[in-house]
């Protein structure tokens, strides 16, 4: 993992068998991010975790996808949840037959990618809520 800051922008740069959520994770953990953010991406995969989530059983169905493929497009935000870092991004993927797209488990680089991340002067905390079975933004 390699990342430069400019202001409140991050460039980060994964390389090859590096997993993005922990990545996302152990850059708000260095402090590097002191508010909330928002992230977006491309790349190249060969092995995504991703997962839809299904209001009536409140539960994600999780599909693990291993093909080359491109990263078209990574999308989501950084916040905190009990004091813990909290990831939730979506993407959408290709290979030469199939497109993909969902909420990012796990994903990890087969070549690189290229993150972006704008950072927030505020934190945003999220909370558990019972009636729909999301960890939603506490505003």
């Known amino acids: 993992m390699k990342y430069r800051q400019a202001g409140s922008t991050i460039f980060l740069r994964l390389e ?8 996302l994770k152990e ?5 590097i991010v002191n508010g909330s953010a928002k992230v977006s991406g491309i790349g190249a995969t ?9 209001p009536k059983t409140k539960v994600y169905t999780k599909k693990n996808i291993r093909e080359d493929m491109e990263i078209l497009s990574i999308s989501g935000n950084l916040t905190k949840q009990n004091g813990e870092p909290y990831v939730h991004i979506h993407g959408s993927f290709a ?6 797209g969902g909420h990012i ?17 505020t934190m945003i905390d999220r909370f558990f809520d019972e009636e729909t ?7």
């Open 16 to 23: 090859r068998g590096e997993e993005l959520v922990a990545s």
């Open 133 to 139: 079975g999301l960890n939603l933004l506490e505003l």
């Open 27 to 31: 850059i708000m953990n260095k402090s």
């Open 95 to 100: 290979s030469l037959d199939n497109v993909y």
């Open 46 to 54: 060969d092995n995504v975790t991703i997962g839809v989530f299904n």
């Open 105 to 121: 488990n796990e994903l990890y680089i087969s070549a690189t990618a290229e993150i972006v991340i704008d950072i927030y002067q």
